[in-house]
């Protein structure tokens, strides 16, 4: 199967949520307004000091002296002077989304939040029969069929070794923990896509090149991201944790960064992997 040509299309979902926080923040300054005082500020700069007047008409522009016991009274008009460009600003990209919004969609309507009407390249796929199809190779693939293709490499772990623990999930994946049996039973539960062990080429500052395993390679289907799940289950071991600071310092000098495309996991004897803690992660970074 061919690699997609392009992503998912987020746009209409992007501009709606934007046209949303758009309108709430104009309600509020147009709110705001009602309750500053009339007038607008001018600030003369003298001596290094800058001195406040308070003018009413434009013709007027020099205004009346503001004294500095009343450096409140210049705040709310400096306030109203900013809030009144805010407001043009906002209505103008209101109107700017508005119209963006009713040509990308059918008949020129204004979707809501909810509504499905929006003309994107992965429903004309989606719409055809089956066996349609079976004969048309989309130029953005399903979520099923980008999953297929992700999971579809080869690769080869971290061997497993006579002395080490071996713990196998319910899809057969042999794992080296039961935390790791948590975490991957989780991802599949979720139909999160993931790789076991695979292999991450990394830089050291010396220039070498060194091979990584990361517990988990986790793919959002949702928006195409990858990200490294690396699970630290024995951080009250002095030598474990320095070792674990130093692999995640590697990490983040080779561009590889928590929260970004990185999931870090750690526990201790006291402080266990919890299923709760796991769900919550999936949720956060890999289904949305």
């Given at each position: 199967?061919p690699k997609?040509?392009?992503?998912?299309?987020?746009?209409?979902?992007?501009?709606q949520?934007?046209?949303?926080?758009?309108?709430?923040?104009?309600?509020?300054?147009?709110k705001?307004?009602?309750?500053?005082?009339?007038?607008?500020?001018?600030?003369?700069?003298?001596?290094?000091?800058?001195?406040y007047y308070?003018?009413?008409?434009?013709k007027?522009?020099?205004?009346?002296?503001?004294p500095?016991?009343n450096?409140?009274?210049?705040?709310?008009?400096a306030?109203?002077?900013?809030d009144?460009?805010?407001v043009?600003?906002l209505?103008n990209?209101?109107?700017?989304i508005?119209?963006?919004l009713?040509q990308?969609?059918?008949g020129?309507?204004l979707?809501?939040?909810?509504?499905s009407t929006?003309?994107?390249?992965?429903d004309?796929y989606?719409?055809?029969?089956p066996?349609?199809q079976?004969?048309?190779?989309?130029?953005?693939?399903t979520a099923?069929q980008y999953a297929?293709?992700w999971?579809?490499?080869?690769w080869?772990g971290?061997?497993?070794?006579?002395?080490?623990a071996?713990?196998?999930?319910?899809?057969?994946i042999?794992?080296?923990?039961?935390?790791?049996v948590?975490?991957?039973?989780?991802?599949?539960?979720?139909?999160?896509p993931?790789r076991?062990?695979y292999?991450?080429k990394?830089?050291r500052?010396?220039?070498?090149?060194?091979t990584f395993?990361?517990?988990?390679?986790?793919?959002?289907v949702?928006n195409?991201?990858?990200?490294?799940?690396?699970?630290f289950?024995?951080?009250d071991?002095?030598?474990?944790?320095?070792?674990?600071?130093g692999?995640?310092r590697?990490?983040t000098?080779?561009g590889?960064?928590a929260?970004?495309?990185?999931?870090?996991?750690?526990?201790?004897?006291?402080?266990?992997l919890?299923?709760?803690l796991?769900?919550k992660?999936?949720?956060?970074?890999?289904?949305?």
């Amino acid at each position: 199967m061919p690699k997609e040509l392009l992503s998912p299309d987020f746009t209409v979902e992007y501009l709606q949520k934007r046209l949303v926080d758009l309108q709430e923040a104009l309600e509020k300054k147009r709110k705001g307004l009602k309750e500053l005082p009339e007038g607008h500020l001018r600030i003369a700069q003298t001596s290094n000091k800058p001195q406040y007047y308070h003018y009413i008409e434009p013709k007027d522009f020099k205004g009346v002296f503001i004294p500095r016991t009343n450096d409140e009274f210049a705040r709310k008009l400096a306030q109203k002077d900013y809030d009144l460009k805010v407001v043009k600003l906002l209505e103008n990209e209101i109107h700017a989304i508005t119209r963006c919004l009713r040509q990308l969609c059918r008949g020129g309507r204004l979707p809501t939040a909810n509504s499905s009407t929006a003309t994107k390249l992965g429903d004309l796929y989606a719409k055809m029969c089956p066996a349609r199809q079976r004969l048309v190779t989309p130029v953005t693939l399903t979520a099923e069929q980008y999953a297929k293709q992700w999971l579809s490499v080869t690769w080869q772990g971290r061997p497993f070794t006579p002395d080490t623990a071996i713990h196998t999930t319910a899809r057969g994946i042999q794992v080296r923990s039961k935390s790791e049996v948590l975490i991957a039973e989780s991802l599949t539960r979720h139909n999160i896509p993931f790789r076991y062990e695979y292999p991450l080429k990394l830089r050291r500052p010396s220039g070498d090149i060194v091979t990584f395993h990361p517990d988990f390679l986790c793919l959002n289907v949702i928006n195409r991201s990858e990200f490294y799940w690396e699970h630290f289950g024995r951080m009250d071991d002095s030598d474990y944790s320095n070792n674990a600071a130093g692999k995640l310092r590697l990490y983040t000098e080779n561009g590889i960064i928590a929260g970004r495309n990185l999931i870090i996991t750690m526990e201790t004897q006291n402080e266990p992997l919890t299923t709760r803690l796991v769900e919550k992660i999936i949720k956060e970074l890999l289904t949305n």
